[in-house]
């Protein structure tokens, strides 16, 4: 009996060792390890860079010329009073103004047409008859005057004007029956100091209609409305302009030159127009003459946590991981990025498997690593470094799953975080240059083109909503006033 027991129980001890070493023993660990809190407090805040666009602008002499012989025209001046001075005069414009300019200086040639009427009066004696006699006569003659223009801070043209005459086609004459009489050496002393008062008047003709503080005015304005960049991506870019600086103003080929730079924050949002409120007040203009042709716009955009965690939910969801020989393994159920700090929390939602002799070991639930966030520029696109465990996975895993804390599936998932931006730069370039293109004439008598050539990023921050890409573009943009 005793023989018959002993060979069961040793059938039974037989049965259970062959069980085992076919199946193993298997035991499941749940990861029960809380989420880090979503919160980017930590990160430095974002601090825009000021943009400095410079502009080229050239304004048509042809274009001035035109303008001020369209508005100066008929008389100029009219005095028919003549028992002030015994003296009337009208000046009239008598004919086409012509304008040439050459570096800091613009030459003026102006015909004038002057109708002048004196009068003589003579009282010979108390008992005599007064003699009373007036007599008039017209003539021609051409200012010509040189005036060298400049800018003040609160953006009016400056000029300060020297000028001459001569006698144009008719010479002043006075007739007395048949005799005439020539007045022009009598006339040009009195012309000659009259030169100032006619300078000056051209100074203030020039300043008032050369309103440079008005387009000046209009694109500190219009900069500051937002510009729909993109329907799809709801792309909206604004610009907060600082300051205005301006260089000399020159002549060359025709054209009156400067270059107009504003200084300015610009930023690209995604989450619909932004509400700005309008500055209207120009500060005062800075002159300078170190302007550069180049524009640099400071460009910021942010890719939105849910695009981040799609992204790496399609680089390592349901894929399974080996290690040791074969012995260990994760798989990826689903994934997803947070902020934490200036760091990126990534949780995995995993289930896992060990073998130590005849015993498996298995894992399901949650790891939450910890990564600092960098751009790639070789690869164009975001990845994190410093990839580890948040400390409270990390004793979850030490006290459960020793093996997946200790091997190198942390080194893995860094190497496998990848958030291309080449597209996105790509596509800010593109919109970019199309506003460029639609928005060429920004006013009647404004015409902006320009150019952008490259883009490339330059820092990322952290946000509650998303990474904030700062991101640098460099081009050319070109401003005529062709009309004025």
Not at 8 to 15: A, D
Not at 156 to 167: A, M, Q, R, V
Not at 373 to 386: E, G, H, L, N
Not at 403 to 422: G, H, R, S, T, Y
């Amino acid at each position: 009996m005793k023989k018959s027991f002993r060979s069961i129980t040793g059938f039974i001890l037989l049965f259970a060792s062959i069980s085992l070493t076919q199946t193993g023993c298997s035991s499941t660990e749940k990861l029960n390890a809380s989420a880090p809190a979503a919160t980017a407090t930590e990160a430095p805040v974002y601090k825009p860079q000021l943009s400095s666009i410079s502009i080229p602008v050239s304004i048509s002499i042809a274009a001035m010329e035109e303008k001020l012989n369209d508005e100066v025209k008929g008389i100029l001046y009219k005095d028919t009073n003549l028992d002030d001075d015994n003296v009337a005069v009208t000046v009239s414009k008598n004919g086409r103004m012509n304008i040439r300019a050459d570096k800091d200086k613009v030459y003026f040639s102006v015909p004038l047409r002057i109708y002048a009427k004196g009068r003589w009066k003579w009282d010979p004696c108390k008992l005599c008859p007064a003699i009373d006699k007036t007599e008039d006569t017209s003539f021609d003659m051409v200012i010509k005057t040189e005036s060298r223009i400049g800018l003040t801070d609160d953006y009016k043209i400056n000029t300060i004007t020297s000028g001459d005459f001569e006698w144009g086609n008719t010479k002043p004459v006075l007739e007395l029956g048949p005799l005439k009489i020539g007045l022009a050496r009598f006339v040009e002393p009195a012309l000659r100091n009259q030169m100032a008062v006619l300078t000056k008047q051209l100074d203030k003709e020039l300043q008032n209609r050369l309103d440079m503080k008005k387009y000046v005015a209009q694109a500190w304005q219009l900069l500051q409305e937002p510009v729909k960049l993109d329907d799809g991506m709801n792309a909206w870019l604004t610009v907060v302009p600082k300051d205005v600086r301006m260089a000399p103003l020159y002549a060359h080929n025709g054209t009156l030159n400067t270059r107009l730079g504003i200084t300015s924050y610009i930023a690209v949002t995604t989450d619909g127009k932004p509400q700005t409120q309008i500055n209207k007040t120009l500060p005062k203009l800075i002159l300078d003459n170190r302007l550069a042709d180049d524009i640099q716009i400071g460009l910021t955009t942010t890719i939105p946590y849910a695009h981040v965690s799609k992204m790496l939910q399609a680089q390592v969801a349901k894929q399974t991981y080996k290690f040791d020989g074969g012995k260990s393994e994760v798989t990826v159920n689903d994934a997803a990025v947070t902020p934490a700090g200036n760091q990126l929390v990534i949780m995995l939602d995993v289930n896992g498997k060990t073998k130590a002799g005849m015993f498996t070991k298995k894992i399901v639930g949650k790891v939450y690593l910890r990564g600092t966030p960098y751009y790639d520029a070789q690869t164009a696109s975001i990845k994190v470094r410093d990839v580890d465990y948040d400390l409270e996975t990390k004793d979850k895993l030490l006290s459960t799953a020793s093996w997946l804390a200790k091997n190198k599936f942390k080194d893995i998932i860094q190497e496998q975080v990848n958030v291309p931006v080449q597209s996105q730069l790509d596509d800010a370039k593109k919109m970019l240059q199309n506003t460029l293109d639609k928005q060429g004439r920004v006013h009647e008598s404004l015409l902006i083109r320009g150019s952008i050539k490259h883009i490339t990023p330059d820092n990322i921050y952290l946000t509650q909503d998303g990474i904030k890409a700062v991101v640098n573009a460099k081009g050319t943009l070109t401003a005529t006033v062709d009309k004025l």
